[in-house]
């Protein structure tokens, strides 16, 4: 194990003193089980606060952090040429100047595009046949003065005469809208805050509508607003009770109605409201069931519903009138079909979409719905990723897609359902240079002990080969929520690729590579499948030649860092070095708490241990925090946020902490905390380069020197 842990002195400087942070006595009992905490301190009380203003933190819970700052910084100053290297390189790639393509809509076609240097793009639009361009919304200007700048929405009134648009200036997550008249660009002084970021314009552009945050952040109400009007007056339109649930907002695609979809991890609950008509109220489409989940577009008089009812796990698409739209109406146009699951829908006044992925690999499905006739869109390479842009127009021949793999970069595509002709718009640039034929992507599956087979997606370069000793190998897993990894394009993983490593995915159990049920394999009581999903990847990656045990660097983020903090406990040997992104690590706490956003949501993906004395013991028993033990740990780093709402600041600030004071060896373990930013790091494209090059820098000063 020694050697394997053992990481090249030289890459590190320890001389750097860690930080320790302070212990204070700190007991809770559960079911008779009690809970000693000493870092408990450092979930500051006044979280809330601390959301909307980083510098309400308390000045001891501040201080430690930045501690952990200056010493991350002090242990990682051997890297500063590699990681300035790296950034440059990773820059390179970028073209500067990039803009999407035009998308159509009324007599204009919208876009967003970024100035060279600029770290904020513009929203623009011009004459649809073509004249001057219009900038609506400079990003870069707006951001000036900010250390945080996202916008979240950008969206132009029917009548093409009004932006609404929503900005979160501290990393929280909470979106201020404001809106302007194009004519001459000016905001209006009426500002609707507390928002989550989405918007929804009234069919006679005086009102829109969204999601108001509450005082837990959670997403709670819809409210109509009438632009010029005091947001205090504005009208409650739907308001959703429980906590479990969370409550979305999105146009149709007719653009006659507002959709709300109310949310929980197992089930779903979808209103219409009329876009034309402020005096209708919502119209629910079938009440929420245990188990049901479904999504809806309204076509005319009828109501396509992307479901799951009556046991088909991985979704058929049924059909309704739109005069009654419950359950009992729901006619099947899609069929169920194990293991094929579908993914999105949309439709089109003469055609219906639907995107289905099947053993990981997607497809895109066109049907004539004049004709019923039906074809697909499909790609030859052994891994790719593909991309549903329906745009704005609804009564269209044309349907955007995006293509990419893990060798080839994103290529836009407009597709003429009609004629089926397929045309390039755009092919994203690699202004440094980039070869595919120099890089080779290879699907692999690697055998669970249980005889599953957990799909793996690999980019190496042409010229390795697998077996004399491997390579080193950055092995990034998620495995939660559904949420599938695609095998897409990123160019800054060609840094690490191009200094000899291998790069792999592996899809475990808790993403839907496999369809609904590799997720359903992957939570709850059946969660620690994840875990041994990863370490068996591991474990094949290593027989198979691609690495050795010891040269691997894992990384996953959010969930995913869940994932590393359990397999660095149960499998350090495996490892040269773990990242970390904002690491829910300390599982078993964050559950026990119902005030904190996303607990009562989350107890169906993890289980309630306030409720159920067994699933207390099961997070108890791989909870990251909970189950860290003297033994020598890889070289681990981690990044967090203050403002972070989904995994909050302190989770990792604990586990760095409590593993810190608990390893026999190895390390060193590092936290960088971002003063002024919250769940998605930097927002400027390229601050965002900086935590990307940390991390690149940092697996290549654990990984050995290998053959390659």
């Known amino acids: 194990m020694a050697e394997a842990l053992k990481t090249d002195g030289a890459a590190f400087d320890f001389s750097a003193t860690p930080p320790v942070a302070e212990r204070r006595p700190f007991r809770m009992t559960t079911h008779g089980r009690v809970l000693d905490d000493p870092y408990a301190w450092l979930a500051a009380d006044n979280w809330r606060e601390v959301l909307r203003d980083p510098k309400k933190l308390p000045g001891d819970i501040a201080a430690l952090i930045k501690a952990e700052n200056a010493y991350c910084a002090q242990v990682v100053a051997p890297l500063r040429q590699l990681r300035k290297t790296l950034v440059a390189e990773m820059r390179g790639r970028i073209k500067e100047d990039d803009a999407d393509v035009p998308d159509p809509d009324g007599p204009y076609a919208y876009y967003g595009r970024f100035r060279e240097g600029a770290e904020h793009p513009i929203a623009c639009r011009a004459p649809r046949d073509g004249g001057a361009e219009t900038i609506l919304l400079d990003g870069e200007a707006l951001a000036k003065g900010h250390d945080f700048f996202d916008i979240g929405d950008a969206a132009h009134s029917p009548d093409h005469a009004q932006l609404a648009w929503s900005v979160d200036d501290k990393g929280s997550e909470l979106y201020a809208i404001r809106t302007r008249a194009l004519a001459d660009g000016r905001d209006?002084?009426?500002?609707?805050?507390?928002?989550?970021?989405?918007?929804?314009?009234?069919?006679?552009?005086?009102a829109f509508y969204y999601v108001r945050v509450d005082e837990n952040h959670r997403t709670a109400q819809v409210f109509r607003h009438h632009v010029g009007a005091d947001p205090a007056t504005d009208r409650l339109i739907i308001e959703e009770p429980d906590g479990a649930w969370f409550v979305e907002l999105e146009e149709s695609r007719c653009r006659r109605f507002a959709i709300v979809s109310i949310r929980g991890h197992d089930a779903s609950e979808c209103w219409l409201v009329d876009l034309a008509d402020a005096d209708a109220p919502p119209r629910l489409v079938a009440r929420r069931e245990p188990k049901l989940r479904y999504d809806v577009e309204p076509h005319g008089d009828v109501l396509y519903v992307m479901n799951n009812a009556e046991g088909a796990d991985d979704f058929r698409i049924s059909v309704a009138p739109l005069a009654t739209p419950e359950r009992a109406y729901w006619r099947d146009v899609v069929p169920y079909r194990d293991g094929a699951m579908i993914v999105a829908f949309t439709v089109y006044r003469n055609y219906l979409v639907w995107m289905t992925r099947e053993n990981s690999l997607p497809r895109i499905m066109i049907r004539d719905l004049t004709s019923g006739e039906e074809h697909a869109i499909a790609f030859e390479e052994e891994a790719y990723a593909l991309g549903l842009d329906p745009g704005l127009e609804f009564d269209t021949d044309r349907l955007r897609f995006t293509y990419c793999s893990l060798t080839t970069p994103q290529e836009t595509y407009d597709y003429d359902m009609k004629t089926r002709a397929r045309v390039l718009r755009k092919r994203q640039e690699i202004p440094s240079g980039h070869d595919p034929k120099n890089y080779v992507t290879r699907r692999l599956f690697a055998p669970a002990a249980d005889g599953e087979t957990i799909p793996v997606t690999l980019l190496h370069r042409a010229t390795f080969t697998p077996g004399r000793g491997g390579a080193p190998l950055l092995l990034y897993g998620y495995g939660a929520y559904g949420h599938a990894l695609n095998a897409r394009f990123d160019s800054d993983v060609l840094s690490l690729v191009d200094r000899g490593f291998v790069y792999a995915l592996a899809h475990v159990r808790g993403g839907t590579e496999k369809g609904w049920r590799w997720y359903e394999d992957g939570k709850l009581e059946r969660k620690p499948h994840t875990f041994s999903d990863f370490i068996a990847v591991a474990k094949h990656l290593v027989k198979t030649g691609y690495t050795r045990e010891g040269a691997i660097v894992a990384q996953g983020a959010s969930a995913g860092g869940l994932l590393m903090g359990v397999v660095a406990n149960e499998a350090p040997q495996l490892?040269?070095?773990?990242?970390?992104?904002?690491?829910?690590?300390?599982?078993?706490?964050?559950?026990?708490?119902?005030?904190?956003?996303?607990?009562?949501?989350?107890?169906?993906?993890?289980?309630?241990?306030?409720?159920?004395?067994?699933?207390?013991?099961?997070?108890?028993?791989?909870?990251p925090y909970d189950n860290i033990r003297a033994q020598a740990y890889p070289a681990i780093l981690s990044i967090a946020g203050v403002t972070d709402p989904r995994v909050t600041y302190w989770e990792p600030l604990k586990w760095i902490a409590k593993l810190r004071a608990a390893m026999t060896g190895g390390g060193p373990a590092l936290l960088h905390t971002h003063m002024g930013a919250g769940h998605s790091g930097a927002s400027g494209r390229f601050e965002a380069l900086e935590d990307v090059a940390l991390e690149y820098a940092f697996a290549l000063a654990c990984a050995p020197r290998l053959s390659c």
């Open 188 to 206: 209006r002084s009426d500002v609707v805050t507390d928002t989550e970021g989405s918007i929804v314009w009234s069919a006679d552009s005086k």
């Open 575 to 623: 490892f040269a070095g773990i990242i970390a992104g904002v690491p829910f690590v300390d599982v078993l706490h964050t559950m026990l708490r119902d005030d904190l956003p996303l607990t009562p949501p989350e107890w169906l993906e993890w289980g309630n241990p306030l409720a159920d004395e067994e699933v207390y013991d099961r997070l108890a028993a791989y909870s």
